[in-house]
């Protein structure tokens, strides 16, 4: 024991404070989770297995994560577009193109959710010129990719606009001097970049997306098999008193988010060595 | 010359700015902000009148007052947590450091609806603690503390994330000189510590408010949907759209974005007016 040698802090409630953010921690974060995994697997494997790979389930699984890939995909272009074009050109009214991009942060999910209804509804502002053309969102699995674009745009924009911000330009330079055109220069200079904080943007949209429910219920239709979340069938599972077939649908849930969570977090520190420790 | 000519080489000609510009601006205006528009232009459909009847109306005030009423408790937890947190991690060197930093981030990658389950599932009248809470007559789930509960879940990690990088890039040496100075350990944090982080803080409450005033998700399943007695605002919107009243679901709607707005505001000026107090990360 002597070897351990206990330095005075000079510095005071290092205890107290560790102490106070552990409790609250397991209060309010450790100790719900674990229900959730205790009660999913109360009964045993079967009966979650059941339940969290019955038919239903699998399709709003299917869903769910199909929505948010595809709906994150789409935010990488249209993300690093407006990255790009807030962070390279200079034009009025830019930084107030700036401060809306944070707006599907701030803006509450359930407005959100019968504000996109209320614009892709067949009478709705754009949704009457799209019926015409044989396009239906509201209410089909097309409404809850939009919703969660919506949601899913900020996280895109954010994580690759200070990486683009700090990029250096006379690699760019250099590459416009061997004769590589601006297109050439960005899929074969900035693109590999920038792809690091792009791909975690992308995995940050994506995780968020699978569990988002406010602004998804309302222009989804909630039609089981078709356009049911997963998040929808928890509470469904939990109006009718379930609560293991309720924690077995979140076990999977959560399973997939701390996988996502995991990956994001080898894509920060792979994006911290790439930009040599400026990030 | 030689900078014209670089600045010439390594950008875009004039067409190709106006048009990505343009595209950026297309998307911004119709992914962003017409939602934001129709939230208005519905909510004022049928006048001043109707709009203010509908915001006044008592179920809509009880809404208003218990969301501002769950905030002010839910964000000073938070804020609490968060410092205690962010001088643990920032000030100190410990074991396990890196897994704490992940852990407080859990419940941003949790789903809202799981957010509310997990609180029926310990505090539910089938829940691990529901026998034991009835037979006390206390009530969580269905009333107000589990919306506290699942509020405070949800908005768990804002502070603390703001603080930590923020009081990591400004170390511990300004504390050491106050102490050696022979101030006590409460005076040097609310002496040097606290002005140092003021407006980073501001920057975690206010977006750490706006989450905890408009959650939805969470919230709805814990809620009960009680009206006058545990519906929030965002829960007031869906019912009122759920029984087709849609000008009053907007006009209720539209204080939410109001707030939101107001969120945006403040953000931005911090950001343009105090980008040396906030975490590097938003200084743009």
């Not at chain 2, 503390?145 to 804002?158: E, N, Q």
Request: aromatic content about 10%; some cysteine; charged content about 15%.
């Amino acid at each position: 024991m002597a070897a351990v040698r206990v330095q005075r802090d000079i510095l005071p409630g290092f205890h107290w404070a560790l102490g106070y953010s552990l409790l609250w921690m397991g209060v309010i974060v450790i100790l719900p989770l674990i229900a959730v995994f205790a009660r999913g697997l109360a009964d045993g494997i079967e009966p979650l297995v059941r339940v969290a790979l019955s038919e239903r389930a699998i399709a709003a699984y299917k869903l769910s994560f199909g929505a948010a890939a595809l709906a994150a995909l789409i935010n990488s272009v249209l993300g690093v577009l407006v990255a790009w074009v807030l962070v390279r050109y200079r034009f009025p009214g830019r930084q107030l193109l700036d401060a809306l991009v944070d707006l599907p942060i701030a803006l509450p999910t359930a407005v959100a959710g019968i504000a996109l209804t209320a614009l892709y509804a067949s009478n709705g502002w754009i949704g009457q010129w799209l019926e015409p053309l044989g396009i239906k969102l509201a209410f089909t699995p097309g409404g809850v990719v939009l919703a969660l674009m919506f949601i899913g745009l900020p996280f895109v924009v954010r994580t690759v606009q200070p990486v683009l911000a700090d990029l250096g330009r006379s690699v760019e330079e250099a590459a416009a001097t061997l004769g590589a055109g601006r297109w050439l220069t960005f899929r074969r200079v900035i693109l590999p970049a920038i792809g690091p904080a792009l791909l975690t943007g992308v995995a940050l949209a994506f995780a968020r997306g699978v569990g988002e429910y406010g602004s998804v219920i309302f222009i989804a239709g909630n039609m089981p098999y078709q356009t049911e979340i997963a998040p929808l069938l928890i509470v469904i599972q939990l109006e009718q008193y379930d609560y293991v077939g309720a924690a077995a649908i979140a076990v999977v849930m959560l399973v997939v988010s701390f996988a996502v969570l995991l990956a994001i977090n080898l894509l920060q520190g792979w994006a911290r060595r790439r930009m040599g420790g400026r990030l | 010359m030689s900078s014209l000519l670089a600045q010439d080489v390594a950008s875009e000609t004039r067409g190709v700015r106006a048009v990505l510009i343009a595209l950026a601006l297309v998307v911004l205006l119709l992914v962003l902000l017409l939602p934001l528009v129709a939230v208005f232009y519905e909510a004022l459909r049928q006048g001043f009148a109707e709009y203010f009847a509908a915001v006044l109306e008592p179920d809509a005030r009880a809404a208003f007052a218990l969301t501002l009423t769950v905030a002010a408790i839910a964000v000073p937890l938070n804020l609490l947590f968060g410092l205690a947190a962010a001088w643990a991690i920032a000030k100190y060197e410990f074991r396990f450091k890196n897994v704490l930093i992940t852990l407080i981030d859990v419940p941003f990658s949790v789903s809202p609806v799981i957010a509310g389950l997990i609180y029926v599932l310990l505090y539910g009248a089938h829940g691990w603690f529901g026998p034991w809470l009835q037979e006390h007559d206390i009530e969580i789930i269905f009333a107000v503390p589990g919306i506290v509960l699942a509020t405070t879940f949800v908005t768990f990690p804002f502070v603390a994330r703001e603080l930590i990088p923020l009081m990591q890039e400004q170390g511990r040496h300004m504390e050491e000189v106050a102490l050696s100075l022979g101030a006590s350990g409460w005076t040097t944090f609310f002496r040097v510590t606290l002005p140092n982080i003021r407006w980073g803080l501001l920057y975690g409450v206010l977006l750490c408010n706006a989450r905890a005033m408009g959650e939805f998700g969470a919230v709805s399943v814990v809620s009960g949907h009680i009206r006058g007695e545990t519906n929030t605002l965002p829960l007031h919107v869906e019912i009122l759209y759920n029984e087709y009243n849609f000008v009053a679901a907007f006009a209720v709607a539209s204080l939410l974005a109001l707030l939101a707005l107001l969120t945006l505001a403040i953000k931005s000026f911090l950001e343009w007016r105090h980008a040396d107090a906030l975490a590097a990360s938003h200084r743009h």
